[in-house]
């Protein structure tokens, strides 16, 4: 599979927790962000055929709608290019809740979209304040609401947990939270404990004790009593930090990079996985625009075959299914056990399982797959 992946590097606000490239919007700035996007999206005319979408970010529906239909318009175009069609397996935008109306959702029904991603994080009212997001319930449901009477149904929500320490964000009330998200009725969850970063409001309250995260026995409590919780709401881990009810909305966007396979980034800052004459090369778009204009990488890293099997290892073992070793001998003439030798040990010791031809992390274990990828590389 072949995936297209768009950053809109721009917020209404900027959240505590995170790091990754954006910028508070605003319109002329705006402006120029979105026509070099929609220049380098005119510009690619390579591109196999693509089968998922995602417009990430930043926040993409913080974009004036003239801007974003610019964008929409520019993949569909893009699309008309390689597939000679508009048809995708899976088309992803995220949206923050507080951007939903029906100018916005009427807008977007123009287009092959089939699969919305919220970033709501959490219902708690001390959590929100840390991470500097507000969301209400009774806000939100409404949105969802209008969201599915206009037949956006397959809805993927995002949760944060580790915030707080368990003494405050008990498993009672970590109970509490989630069955509002489930309640809710989204198709996929993404869960992720919180990371402090350096460069971010949080990393600076944290350099300073102003704010103190949780430790990882707290961390791993909540991680069990998450997944405790949504099992009884019959949603099922696939990966390390994805939920769903049902297969079928497992993102398939997503299991684009879990398989290593390629996708493009376009985008100030965007990464991308591509084959070019032969070569793999793994690159970054310049995060400064004058210089994403000019079409400067950040990075750019000419990957051996080393490289390339270790990335199998590291991204194809966050899924809970694992590894293919059939696909993965066909793909390097070697036997994963062989090109890794230490996975025998932690066969052997069932922190690993070797079953029906793949090779998997135990459940019971997956929590510390960095821990395990250490012992592995």
Not at 96 to 116: H, Q, V
């Amino acid at each position: 599979m072949f995936g297209l992946y768009v950053h809109i590097p721009l917020c209404r606000h900027i959240c505590a927790y995170c790091d990754f490239f954006k910028m508070v919007v605003s319109n002329n700035y705006q402006d120029k962000v979105i026509n070099a996007i929609c220049r380098e999206l005119d510009d690619k005319n390579h591109l196999p055929y693509l089968d998922t979408v995602y417009i990430g970010g930043g926040t993409p529906s913080s974009l004036s709608l003239p801007n974003l239909d610019s964008i929409l318009t520019s993949i569909n175009n893009l699309l008309m290019r390689t597939n000679h069609n508009l048809d995708v397996v899976e088309y992803t935008i995220e949206l923050n809740p507080e951007d939903i109306n029906i100018e916005l959702i009427n807008l977007l029904k123009k287009y092959p979209i089939n699969r919305l991603s919220i970033g709501i994080q959490s219902f708690n009212k001390e959590v929100q304040n840390i991470l500097g997001r507000q969301s209400d319930y009774e806000l939100i449901k409404s949105k969802i609401d209008l969201l599915k009477a206009n037949n956006f149904s397959n809805i993927n929500l995002d949760y944060i947990y580790s915030v707080l320490p368990s003494s405050i964000y008990t498993p009672i009330i970590q109970e509490k939270d989630l069955e509002l998200f489930m309640s809710l009725k989204p198709t996929h969850l993404s869960c992720y404990s919180l990371i402090v970063e350096e460069k971010t409001i949080l990393g600076k309250k944290a350099s300073t004790g102003e704010y103190i995260r949780p430790n990882d026995e707290d961390d791993l409590n909540q991680y069990l009593n998450m997944k405790k919780i949504l099992k009884t709401h019959n949603f099922h881990q696939y990966e390390i930090s994805n939920y769903t009810s049902d297969y079928k909305y497992e993102s398939k966007h997503n299991k684009i990079y879990w398989h290593n396979e390629c996708y493009v980034g376009i985008g100030p800052n965007a990464s991308g996985y591509e084959i070019i004459d032969g070569q793999h090369i793994r690159y970054t778009n310049h995060n400064k625009i004058n210089e994403y204009e000019n079409k400067q990488l950040l990075e750019n890293e000419v990957l051996t075959i080393s490289d390339i099997m270790d990335y199998e290892i590291i991204l194809g073992l966050r899924l809970v299914e694992g590894i293919d070793e059939i696909k993965f001998y066909e793909k390097f003439g070697v036997s994963v056990c062989d090109a890794y030798p230490k996975i025998k040990d932690l066969l052997k010791n069932e922190i690993m399982i070797e079953k029906d031809n793949y090779i998997f992390v135990n459940e019971k274990h997956l929590y510390i797959l960095d821990y395990i990828l250490k012992e592995i590389l």
